[in-house]
T-cell receptor
Framework: DTTVKQNPRYKLARVGKPVNLICSQTMNHDTMYWYQKKPNQAPKLLLFYYDKILNREADTFEKFQSSRPNNSFCSLYIGSAGLEYSAMYLC?????????????FGPGTRLLVL | QQNVQQSPESLIVPEGARTSLNCTFSDSASQYFWWYRQHSGKAPKALMSIFSNGEKEEGRFTIHLNKASLHFSLHIRDSQPSDSALYLCANDSGYNKLTFGKGTVLLVSP
């Protein structure tokens, strides 16, 4: 089973409120990723976990937090949502760190901030 | 910073036609090249990958890579309505990160 699951599929949030998105995979993958995708833009890598080590992209370092309590689960946390956070958030996982390994994606969580 | 450009942005082709999607990249050190396909409401799914210059064929799909010209492409033979989707190209420079293009929306009309 190469399924990556994301919850919820749709999320409505108020400006200034926190948002927590959940991702899970049962493939025992070492690496889990979070991407942000806005209309007519490329998916943008926000951060990834390799095992228990969190790597955050420099330009989104302060905007997003994440946790990985075990190998299967990974969350994406926004402490105070702004309108600019409205987007599709895609989770992905991959075994190892090799570029030849496939990243498996979830269906995404569509976040709307009002 | 790496940059990946896709063309065209959208494409409509008749059923049975040959479809060509293009991708250029800026990082000459890129080693791995991917095409993902995303049907509406579904997860992006890896379609094909190539890791060395040349051509790779899998069924109706062929991928070309020319590192010298920083270009790779996806060709679909005998396009089907079920091929209608968003196609994303991406490269991986070996740092555990994929850099994606904006995507090409393909519509295959019956």
């Amino acid at each position: 089973d190469t399924t990556v699951k994301q919850n919820p599929r749709y999320k409505l949030a108020r400006v200034g409120k926190p948002v927590n998105l959940i991702c899970s995979q049962t493939m025992n993958h070492d690496t889990m990723y979070w991407y942000q995708k806005k209309p007519n833009q490329a998916p943008k890598l926000l951060l990834f976990y390799y095992d228990k080590i969190l790597n955050r992209e420099a330009d989104t370092f302060e905007k997003f937090q994440s946790s990985r309590p075990n190998n299967s689960f990974c969350s994406l946390y926004i402490g105070s949502a702004g309108l600019e956070y409205s987007a599709m958030y895609l989770c992905a996982s991959r075994t190892g760190t090799g570029g030849a390994d496939t990243q498996y994606f979830g269906p995404g969580t569509r976040l709307l901030v009002l | 910073q790496q940059n990946v450009q896709q063309s065209p942005e959208s494409l409509i082709v008749p059923e049975g036609a040959r479809t060509s999607l293009n991708c250029t990249f800026s990082d000459s050190a890129s080693q791995y090249f991917w095409w993902y396909r995303q049907h509406s409401g579904k997860a992006p799914k890896a379609l094909m990958s190539i890791f060395s210059n040349g051509e790779k064929e899998e069924g109706r799909f062929t991928i070309h890579l020319n590192k010298a010209s920083l270009h790779f492409s996806l060709h679909i033979r005998d396009s089907q309505p079920s091929d209608s989707a968003l196609y994303l190209c991406a490269n991986d420079s070996g740092y555990n990160k994929l850099t994606f293009g904006k995507g090409t929306v393909l519509l295959v009309s019956p």
